[in-house]
């Protein structure tokens, strides 16, 4: 429940303090985006699981984010930067996909 | 020292399908052996920090939104006037495809007149005496009369030599030319002292006369006419010499100083 509220004030604070991003760091908003909700629906369902561990959730949230950053700046530098962020965000999905997948299961019993 | 478990790789796709939650978890999980005592500032912070992102590029969706439509509708206004430039092009085309096609027809009749004129003009030199001319006809030398020298009447004439050009053209002879001269509408066919001239130059006895025309009827219906008769009569009477034979192949000079000094093609082209 604190946790919800936390990721409520996240979301308000970041709409109405509107902390102002990078120029260079605006196109990796989006696939870091989905790279965090990665790590929180995984981390969702380590939880219903019962194997929850604040120091995995919060290692790998910030390494998604980043890596994923890295992928695509990378690919952005070779000149692939679309098709490598094509990639990492399906690969990412199916992730989401398979966990919301088993949080279902925990949540309906099915 | 404990040598690590042997580990087990997988391939791409198993990892993504298989792997979905984080392999940490379960590890941290059995080393532990239980549920992990609850921290709860980190996970709050953590996710605090998901919230800020999901909200920042919301909003920065958002703001963009309007410089995206801004453009888009650009863009298509754009397309609009180019496919109305377009279609404006291909009328433009086909209306100078179609005045091309005009412009090759009235060619075409043009080539056709300068071509029906250039034969008209070939006809009326060769009438006019203005180009040289081939062709069969007739060819006559008259000559004085032998001995003739003291009487009056075996001495060719201009005016017998008038008569029989004449004679020749009304039998329709199509160039006539004496002595290599070639008789126009404008020529002369004179006494001057005791030569004939023809277009003013002097010729001397016998006198050649060429005609083109055909040469089947040519000579048969020069002799019917009246200048025939007379040069018949002339022959047989003074002795004057008169001979007509056929030729195949005669060539007529062209007539050197045809100029027309104050007529004009009536209508002016």
Do not use: C
């Amino acid at each position: 429940m604190v946790a919800l509220v936390g990721l409520v004030v996240g979301v308000l604070a970041g709409i109405f303090l509107e902390p102002s991003v990078p120029d260079s760091l605006q196109p990796y908003l989006p696939i870091a985006v989905v790279a965090a909700l990665d790590a929180v629906f995984g981390g969702l369902r380590a939880y219903l699981d019962g194997i929850f561990d604040d120091k995995v959730f919060v290692v790998s949230f910030v390494s998604n984010v980043l890596i994923a950053g890295l992928i695509v700046y990378l690919g952005d530098q070779l000149g692939v930067g679309g098709q490598l962020s094509t990639g990492v965000i399906v690969v990412l999905g199916i992730r989401i996909f398979s966990n919301v997948a088993a949080i279902r299961r925990h949540v309906f019993h099915a | 020292m404990t040598t690590p478990p042997p580990r087990h790789y997988d391939d791409l796709l198993t990892q993504v399908l298989g792997g979905a939650l984080d392999p940490d978890y379960r590890v941290t999980a059995s080393r532990r052996g239980g549920a992990a005592p609850g921290r709860r500032t980190t996970v709050v912070v953590t996710l605090a920090a998901f919230g800020v992102l999901l909200g920042v590029s919301a909003l920065q969706t958002e703001r963009d939104r309007p410089a995206q439509l801004a453009e888009r509708a650009q863009l298509v206004a754009e397309i609009h006037s180019r496919q109305g430039r377009l279609a404006s092009l291909h009328t433009q085309l086909t209306s100078l495809q179609e005045g091309v096609a005009a412009q090759q027809v009235r060619l075409a009749t043009e080539i056709d007149g300068e071509r029906s004129l250039d034969s008209r003009l070939s006809e009326l030199t060769t009438v006019a005496g203005a180009t040289a001319v081939s062709g069969p006809g007739v060819k006559i030398t008259v000559a004085d009369a032998k001995g003739s020298g003291s009487g009056i009447g075996g001495v060719v004439r201009d005016s017998d030599l008038q008569l029989l050009a004449n004679g020749l053209w009304e039998a329709g002879a199509e160039a006539v030319s004496i002595g290599g001269e070639r008789l126009t509408s404008l020529s002369s066919i004179r006494f001057a002292g005791r030569a004939i001239t023809v277009n003013y130059r002097s010729l001397t006895p016998p006198y050649v006369i060429e005609a083109v025309g055909d040469p089947d009827t040519l000579a048969a219906r020069f002799l019917q006419t009246e200048a025939g008769g007379v040069w018949l009569s002339l022959k047989a009477n003074y002795g004057i010499g008169f001979n007509v034979e056929t030729a195949s192949d005669l060539t007529l000079p062209a007539e050197p100083q045809s100029r027309l000094l104050y007529a004009r093609m009536a209508g002016g082209r």
